[in-house]
């Protein structure tokens, strides 16, 4: 077994993981500081609205740049096992 075969499992839970914190993190992050925003500086809750707004389209750049990423990475091992072949 090579060792690109014992370790596919981990990196297959990875990147799961990290499609999972890409997606998310933006959206929290975006809506809790407009929820401080909102309290501290007594605005309305538009702000919050546009916050979500904004983290759903940080999420959706994350995710392209995310797949455009894995992409590559199984481009370049299936180009390497066509050579191999």
């Given at each position: 077994m090579s060792d690109e075969n014992k370790y596919a499992h981990l990196r297959a839970i990875n990147q799961i993981t990290q499609f999972g914190l890409d997606m998310v993190t933006p959206i929290v992050l975006c809506t809790i500081a407009?929820?401080?925003a909102k309290n501290k500086f007594n605005i309305g809750n538009w702000i919050v609205i546009v916050a979500i707004i904004l983290g759903i389209a940080a999420s959706a750049l994350n995710m392209l740049k995310f797949i455009k990423t894995v992409n590559k990475?199984?481009?370049?091992?299936?180009?390497?096992?066509?050579?191999?072949?």
């Open positions: 407009a929820v401080w990475e199984v481009g370049g091992k299936n180009n390497d096992q066509e050579r191999k072949d």
